[in-house]
């Protein structure tokens, strides 16, 4: 039987999680607190043993080495992770924990902020609690509205867009190494290859030696947007997972096992004690929670997360 639950993160990345799994922490505690008894949720944001990004990146997917000590962890306890990576996965579920690892999902452009989830050594049906595609389609066009008066110059012809990623991210992660653009130069210029073409920088990274146009200054839903842009490439940027709600083909060129579509889950529901119940009930004793009314104004997640990306314009 369950009775601790453990929130934690990718504690070993380099620059740390902390601020991430403290917030989230906060953020379900007490919902999941509403719905249970005799069990103890703490969270665990401490770092371990502080390694360089190329040995962060080596270690992701190996069948083990991530922790020096697995003694917090066995058959009595449930790990809610965030961002948690394959080799800890396999770490923890090696010591009969059961495993929720919680990420953010690609679709950005939302009312706010919303969630995917992986489920290990349990069940876990989001159903009931998934944004349906409408309502991502429904949103997408609203956007789009926004996006009508925006600065910045309309493309004059059909375009291939290139988009940039951060250097050092788990999204980026193949082969126990950080890939680029770079990295897929010949496939670029097939898929370029008689092709108007522009690159979108990442906002911290545009130093990417590719001989094109380059548009920084344009937002990414402005081009989204744009009738003429007809193709998104990139490595792995979570761009290529909303590109097809604004009617573009959208090209992955990075192996995106680990990063597959998942249900999509609100802030809203997120940290809704109803949520957890239907979750933990599989594996934990629950009971209903008193009606409580839910105070999760427009972009909360956004807000507290400090994460914006092509949203900043709000």
């Not at 007490?30 to 962060?56: C, F, Q």
């Not at 744009?226 to 909303?242: G, I, M, Q």
Request: glycine share 6%; hydrophobic share 40%.
């Amino acid at each position: 039987m369950i009775n601790k639950i453990i929130v934690t993160g990718d504690v070993r990345r380099p620059l740390g999680q902390t601020t991430n799994i403290k917030t989230i922490f906060n953020l379900i505690k007490v919902p999941i607190e509403m719905v249970t008894t005799g069990v103890e949720v703490i969270e665990d944001s401490r770092n371990r043993d502080v390694i360089s990004h190329n040995e962060w990146a080596q270690l992701f997917d190996k069948e083990s080495g991530y922790y020096s000590n697995l003694s917090d962890f066995g058959s009595n306890v449930l790990v809610i992770g965030f961002e948690i990576p394959p080799v800890a996965v396999r770490e923890i579920t090696g010591c009969g924990s059961k495993v929720i690892n919680v990420t953010l999902s690609p679709i950005r452009f939302l009312s706010d902020l919303c969630w995917n989830f992986e489920f290990y050594g349990m069940q876990g049906d989001l159903t009931q609690f998934e944004i349906s595609e409408e309502q991502i389609k429904y949103e997408a066009g609203l956007v789009k509205a926004a996006c009508v008066f925006m600065a910045g110059k309309e493309l004059t012809q059909p375009t291939v867009l290139l988009v940039g990623q951060t250097l050092i991210d788990r999204s980026v992660i193949g082969d126990s190494k950080f890939l680029s653009l770079l990295d897929f130069t010949p496939q670029i210029q097939a898929l370029c290859h008689h092709h108007h073409t522009i690159f979108k920088p990442h906002p911290h990274e545009n130093n990417l030696l590719l001989n094109y146009p380059i548009v920084s200054d344009i937002n990414i839903y402005k081009l989204l947007s744009d009738e003429n842009l007809k193709t998104v490439v990139a490595v792995s940027s979570s761009v290529l997972d909303e590109a097809g709600y604004f009617g573009k083909q959208a090209i992955a060129l990075k192996d995106t096992k680990y990063y597959e579509k998942k249900k999509h889950i609100s802030t809203e529901n997120f940290i809704n004690p109803i949520f957890w119940e239907n979750i933990l009930r599989l594996v934990i004793k629950t009971e209903s929670p008193a009606p409580i009314k839910l105070n999760c104004p427009r972009n909360f997640a956004r807000k507290i997360f400090r994460a914006y990306w092509g949203m900043d314009f709000l």
